[in-house]
């Protein structure tokens, strides 16, 4: 089993700057694909930012303010986050694709979620 921890989630005045972390622990062989995904109230679950490989995805809301990387070392992923609108406002989950041994398969597992509120 693995475990997802994030931090870095808190208050923050609009136009301001947060780094939310992501470390994951326990029983880890390999981690392919890290991402951020963020739930407002009274919205859906979104995809705000994925790292897979060399290759990253951003939404289309945070491109250009946002920022995700990773450090293979640390099994951790970040998420920077710049220029903060109210509309940003969101539980913001993790979640990494974890094999715990050379031959199982990979699982998802996911953050228990850090509040970012942004304020006018």
């Known amino acids: 089993q693995a475990q997802l921890v994030e931090s870095g989630g808190g208050l923050v005045q609009a136009g301001g700057s947060l780094r939310l972390s992501c470390a994951a622990s326990?029983?880890?062989?390999?981690?392919?694909?890290m991402a951020w995904y963020r739930q407002a109230p009274g919205k859906q679950r979104e995809l705000v930012a994925l790292?897979?490989?060399?290759?990253?995805n951003y939404a289309d809301s945070v491109k250009g303010r946002f920022t995700i990387s990773r450090d293979n070392a640390k099994n951790t992923v970040y998420l920077q986050m710049n220029s903060l609108k109210l509309e940003d406002t969101a539980v913001y989950y993790c979640?990494?694709?974890?094999?715990?041994?050379?031959?199982?398969?990979?699982?998802?597992?996911w953050g228990q979620g850090t509040q970012v509120t942004v304020s006018s």
């Open positions: 326990g029983r880890i062989f390999n981690i392919n694909a």
């Open positions: 979640y990494a694709d974890v094999s715990t041994t050379q031959l199982s398969p990979y699982r998802r597992y």
């Open positions: 790292t897979s490989g060399p290759g990253t």
